[in-house]
């Protein structure tokens, strides 16, 4: 089956430019998760979704960053007026249900999209 | 500051040996405790995971011990084979705190020499 699937894969972008970067989830999972991996480290936590709506958003590190999931499926994250400090592995993962306490809760992670901020 | 500590950057084991792969963690309120193993150019694939009431979870060569006292866990891979070459990361989570976030290890390098 169809696991989780990121695009682009890779984007290279200005300083100062906007980026979206879309992620589309395991079919049928309720739970969407985006995370953030910089280079010799673990995923950090962005922001959660259940569903359309963002539960959890204490992870994004300013008001550039913002994500959406209007259908409570795909969802992009976006980042206005990227900065060097941007660039870094971003990765959506996906679980059937909302929770971290079982097997269900399992977040699958999908490839990343690598953002490149000159 | 690390909340999951993975202190070992690389491990390297003989095929056929045991791999054992540590985790220490400093917040009491994380209950559920999960393994992810990374291939290059690919996302993190779960492997197993351990919920704080139990000390032991096994899934057939791969095998996660909990120490609670100790805020301690590892996996153990037996035997290991050069497949398992890949990054492991551990991560953990608070079930309770009503965030379903993960919070992630630095990541364990583990080479299997054929």
């Known amino acids: 089956g169809a696991g989780v699937s990121q695009s682009p894969r890779y984007k290279v972008t200005k300083r100062g430019q906007d980026v979206a970067l879309r992620c589309d989830p395991i079919?049928?999972?309720?739970?969407l998760y985006w995370y953030r991996q910089a280079l010799g480290q673990g995923p950090e936590f962005l922001t959660y979704?259940?569903?359309?709506?963002?539960?959890?958003k204490s992870g994004l590190p300013n008001d550039r960053f913002s994500a959406e999931r209007p259908e409570g499926s795909i969802s992009t994250l976006t980042i206005q007026r990227t900065e060097q400090r941007d660039s870094a592995m971003y990765r959506c993962?996906?679980?059937?249900?909302?929770?971290?306490?079982?097997?269900?809760?399992?977040?699958?992670f999908g490839p990343g999209t690598r953002l490149t901020v000159l | 500051d690390q909340q999951v500590k993975q202190n070992s950057p690389s491990l390297s084991v003989q095929e056929g040996r045991i791999s054992i792969l540590n985790c220490d963690y400093t917040?009491?309120?994380?209950?559920?405790f999960l393994w992810y193993k990374k291939y290059p150019a690919e996302g993190p694939t779960f492997l197993i995971s351990?919920?704080?009431?139990?000390d032991k979870n096994e899934d057939g060569r791969f095998t996660v011990f909990l120490n609670k006292s100790a805020k301690h866990l590892s996996l153990h891979i037996v035997p290991s084979q050069p497949g398992d070459s890949a990054v492991y990361f551990c991560?953990?989570?608070?079930?309770?705190?009503?965030?379903?976030?993960?919070?992630f290890g630095k990541g364990t390098k583990l080479s299997v020499i054929p």
């Open positions: 993962a996906s679980s059937l249900t909302g929770g971290t306490s079982s097997v269900a809760d399992t977040q699958y």
């Open positions: 079919s049928g999972h309720v739970s």
């Open positions: 979704f259940n569903y359309e709506a963002q539960q959890d």
């Open positions: 917040n009491s309120m994380f209950d559920y």
């Open positions: 351990i919920s704080s009431i139990k």
């Open positions: 991560a953990a989570s608070d079930s309770g705190a009503g965030s379903y976030q993960l919070t």
